[in-house]
């Protein structure tokens, strides 16, 4: 929770960086777990290569760290899952839970996410605000291990009214394919995912609409601290300053036609990898 980047003179800065990665072995390797349909962050076809935002984030990051990243396809909770255990080293959009925090750190925020509700045109159309999803006439698709935040506990996970609409799903592909086929009237998703998908999906956007968002909230890199050594960890918290440093971000964002305020994820207190 460090804001002290900010005032660092950019030649110390430089300095400093490299200091820190010339400690890393040109051996490094980090394994980050990624779901293959999730755009605009990160997708993959067959016989092409990972594209989205996060990866092109992490590419960035982790090169910076004098480190090589492999991508490996897991559905959400088993990379949690595998986070965990250290068999991966590095996950993307991870909220921060006390329970998280025994056995993975946190760096960041990457990107404030924002929980938008899609659901079908014709069913309940009053349900328009979290307050009254528990009117809601139909199955809600949720991926499984997702944590969105305590104001979606509350609306959502804690209210008994809403949870028994829930209908666990193993991942995004999952998900978005029962939306298309009818067998979920609604499904939370990313607010920017879910423009995403709806643009590019003429059938989709025809019978699905966004009815509400909630309030916004961090998510962050996480590294499984037990299996990564400090030097590398630290080698990444000053590739990302140096990322933050010389406006590095906001360009990925720009390349798949997104904005990204840097302020959003300034207003937030950052995170580092600790010692």
Not at 228 to 255: G, T
Request: aromatic share 12%; proline share 3%.
């Amino acid at each position: 929770m460090i804001r002290h980047y900010l005032t660092l003179d950019k030649g110390v800065f430089v300095v400093f960086c490299f200091l820190f990665i010339t400690k890393v072995s040109s051996a490094c390797e980090l394994s980050l777990g990624l779901s293959s349909d999730f755009p605009p962050y990160h997708s993959k076809r067959e016989g092409q290569n990972w594209q989205g935002v996060t990866v092109d984030l992490a590419k960035e990051w982790v090169k910076r760290a004098g480190c090589e990243l492999i991508i490996i396809e897991l559905p959400w909770a088993r990379s949690v899952k595998l986070l965990e255990s250290g068999e991966i080293q590095l996950i993307s959009h991870f909220t921060y839970t006390p329970e998280r925090a025994k056995y993975a750190q946190f760096m960041g925020p990457h990107h404030i996410e924002k929980i938008a509700f899609i659901a079908n045109n014709q069913v309940s159309k009053e349900v328009k605000e979290p307050g009254s999803l528990a009117k809601f006439n139909g199955e809600i698709g949720l991926t499984r291990g997702d944590k969105y935040g305590e104001k979606f506990d509350e609306y959502v996970l804690n209210n008994e009214l809403v949870n028994i609409k829930l209908v666990d799903i193993r991942n995004n592909r999952d998900r978005i394919a029962m939306l298309q086929r009818g067998r979920l009237a609604g499904m939370f998703f990313d607010e920017m995912s879910a423009q995403h998908l709806l643009m590019s999906n003429t059938a989709l956007n025809s019978d699905y609409g966004i009815r509400f968002s909630l309030q916004g909230s961090p998510v962050y890199w996480g590294v499984s601290y037990r299996y990564v050594s400090n030097d590398i960890r630290q080698a990444l918290n000053q590739a990302w300053l140096y990322m933050h440093e010389h406006s590095l971000i906001e360009p990925i964002y720009a390349k798949y036609g997104l904005h990204m305020d840097i302020k959003q994820l300034t207003h937030f207190p950052m995170r580092l990898f600790n010692d």
